[in-house]
């Protein structure tokens, strides 16, 4: 079988023979691969004429088809599983590969839909008074770069390493380019056939190589984004290419790191954090035979505790069942090839310089699977009895199943010695010492990407050492390669342009779509509680009518909510406060400002479900008199969960309220159901 690529709208084979890639288990043949004619300029030229078609969805409407996507996908997962075998993967690994990744697509779908603007752009942050008088302001839009995602993945992940970074990309509305490793490439294969399959994803949006870059990279200019993930060595190289650095391309490198997990000097053996140390090392020893970026390679532990820290990984890894992870029983698979057991075999040679074997175990069983042809390596424990004077633990990587256990005599040297790892993607803290969790943070926080605490009361719950998650920043500085994966929200803004725009606020409302101080508002006949959710504009607004407070109003208020705060109840206490007399409750005031902006016949608005932003801005004394401004700051259509629910959109009003001085006294933005009039849409 020879993989093919996706390229300009159709399926393309190589007519070379290519690489042979062999099953992990067994060395037998599963495909060839080459990418031997393509034309990688086209490749270029042709997602950024297809961006053009993405850019057009709202980021919304791209959140629901990587939604609709991950459904598509989640109901053929066994086929996957049935060819991940192949890499060597455990039904636990490709899990982690599969129905992760699958998962990332969902968490996004869901963040960008709560988080982000429902437009073809975003609106970031707040917006800026620049001029005295507000007639000139500034605000931040995010729009998508109008070139092309090009991912290159490793071949440890082929399907999460691939979600992973196309759900972010497709979401701001660039098309993608996903080059995964060869080793693995048959995976990623099957699912971008599916995808492309599916139709769901607009033609364009993503083209798949099989097997060399070729000189894709050349043709990269500075609307494309370049993202990868492999070693520090191959990154650097790819990051320092004529067209990168000339063109100001965007390179985001994720890169194999000597990640540490620590046990803290109270976390002593018999201790629930001990048992969690011991059993999390030899996990990420064994899961995915030890081949993830983010994997334990420096196990770092109070010197006093050494001996019973080889002990016990010892009894753990004795445990460990290496063989074919389709028989039953088998714990860890091999690894994704030989040439990588020989990498790992040579690394584990330069680590012995400064380090010794503490555990290994050579004569293994296997539960199947082949010695001679497969790619199988036992797990390997070293100990550096002196690592702040010695140099490989810190420098050197074995990609596998390869722990290095490094002792330490106080906090001051643990942190040093977490540091000589020069940056890392991730770091394990096992304590229940607050002031040892204090220190470490600030210690080495900025020479990771991600610091992940376990003690006895997360122990049920926690994620993991090992596991990225879309919702949090994956990444790091120094020798992790300085770059930001996942991350929520965070990693679509990597794939869009922020732009500042100073306008006045007529104007700065047109181009984003959402009212902004200052703005022009529309007064009509019709109060905004009777229109609709497609007849409301946005600056359509409604003037009340006034209500004076009286002493009577705060008592009552009181009463009813009990809420006696002094201000509210008892006049003599006010001297040294900021208020002249007994002052109405906030939370009162923007009750009756309700009262008088709400329509009360029944109508298109079917609930107010939030209130946003919320600001008192002055404080309100009995005979001040108030009346509200309401104005429809913005929209959002609303997916509905059952086929019998009402449609609906999401419309925020900006509420003011003001006194009889024409002074703003409260400001929030309600949020509200509102019918639509197309109640046969499918969204």
């Given amino acids: 079988m020879k993989l093919k690529s996706y390229a300009y709208g159709e399926w393309f084979e190589s007519k070379d023979e290519g690489q042979h890639l062999l099953n992990a ?123 092309v995602a090009v991912h290159i993945n490793a071949f440890n992940f082929p399907i999460w390493g691939m979600l992973e970074k196309i759900a972010p990309s497709i979401a701001a509305g660039m098309t993608a380019i996903v080059k995964p490793a060869s080793l693995t490439a048959y995976l990623t294969e099957l699912m971008v056939k599916d995808i492309i399959e599916s139709k769901i994803l607009p033609e364009g949006s993503l083209q798949l190589i099989s097997g060399s870059v070729g000189d894709l990279l050349d043709h990269v200019d500075h609307q494309d984004v370049v993202t990868f993930t492999g070693s520090a060595y191959t990154g650097r190289k790819l990051k320092s290419m004529p067209s990168i650095i000339n063109n100001s391309v965007r390179f985001n490198m994720e890169a194999d790191s000597l990640n540490f997990s620590i046990l803290s000097d109270s976390s002593s053996p018999g201790t629930e954090e001990y048992d969690l140390f011991i059993k999390e090392v030899t996990r ?104 702040l004077n010695k140099v490989a633990p810190h420098s050197i990587e074995a990609f596998g199943p390869v722990s290095t256990i490094l002792p330490y005599r106080n906090t001051e040297e643990a942190i040093e010695l977490i540091k000589k790892g020069e940056g890392s993607l991730v770091g394990s803290i096992f304590t229940d010492d607050t002031q040892f969790a204090k220190e470490i943070t600030f210690g080495t926080a900025s020479y990771h990407g991600r610091l992940h605490f376990v003690n006895k009361h997360s122990a049920k719950e926690n994620t993991g050492h090992g596991s990225p998650l879309p919702h949090m920043v994956h990444g790091g500085p120094g020798r992790a390669g300085g770059g930001e994966e996942l991350g929520g929200i965070r990693s679509v803004l990597h794939y869009m342009q922020r732009t500042a725009i100073q306008a006045n606020p007529d104007l700065m409302t047109a181009i984003t779509e959402e009212f902004q101080p200052g703005s022009s508002r529309i007064e009509d006949l019709r109060h ?75 109508g298109p608005v079917l609930a107010n479900y939030g209130l946003d932003d919320l600001r008192f801005t002055m404080p309100v004394y009995a005979g001040d008199t108030i009346y509200t401004i309401l104005t ?52």
Avoid at 95 to 102: A, F
Avoid at 324 to 350: W, Y
């Fill in 25 to 147: 288990v067994s060395g037998d043949f599963v495909a060839s691969i080459s990418s031997n004619g393509l034309d990688f300029k086209a490749m270029l030229d042709y997602g950024r004429q297809q961006s053009k078609s993405l850019r057009q969805y709202t980021i919304h409407e791209r959140a629901r088809m990587l939604k609709e996507l991950a459904f598509y996908l989640i109901n053929r997962k066994e086929k996957y599983y049935e060819l991940s075998k192949a890499t060597g993967a455990t039904k636990t690994d490709s899990w982690i590969d599969i129905e992760g990744g699958i998962g990332t697509l969902f968490t996004y779908a869901s963040k960008i839909r709560r988080e982000m603007t429902d437009n073809v752009f975003h609106i970031d942050g707040n917006y800026e008074a620049i001029s005295k008088n507000g007639t000139f302001i500034g605000h931040h839009i995010c729009t998508p770069l109008q070139g």
């Fill in 284 to 387: 990420e020893m064994t899961v995915k035979s030890g081949q993830k970026c983010t994997a334990i390679r420096r196990v770092i532990v109070p010197e006093k505790y050494v001996e019973d820290v080889v002990k016990s990984l010892k009894s753990r890894l004795d445990k460990n069942v290496i063989g074919d992870p389709s028989v039953e029983g088998t714990r860890m698979g091999p690894l994704a090839g030989k040439a990588q057991v020989e990498d790992v075999r040579a690394a584990i040679e330069k680590l012995k310089e400064d380090a010794s074997v503490v555990y290994s175990d050579d004569n293994y069983k296997l539960n199947g699977g082949s010695k001679e042809n497969g790619a199988f390596l036992n797990p390997t424990v070293l100990l550096c009895e002196d690592p």
């Fill in 528 to 602: 905004p509680f009777t229109k609709h959710f497609e007849e409301l504009v946005i600056g359509d607004s409604y003037t009340s009518g006034k209500r004076t407070i009286t002493e009577g109003d705060i008592v009552n208020f009181a009463n009813l909510s009990w809420d006696h705060f002094y201000a509210h109840t008892d006049v003599t206490s006010l001297a040294g406060t900021i208020f002249e007399q007994r002052v109405a409750h906030g939370y009162f005031i923007i009750s009756a400002a309700a009262g008088l902006f709400v329509e009360r016949k029944k």
């Fill in 632 to 683: 429809c700051k913005s929209k959002q259509i609303k997916e509905r969960r059952t086929d019998d629910e009402v449609i609906t959109g999401v419309v925020k009003f900006q509420v003011e309220v003001f006194n009889q001085r024409e002074e703003l006294i409260a400001l929030g933005t309600i949020l509200t159901l509102v019918k639509r009039l197309d109640q046969s849409a499918k969204i």
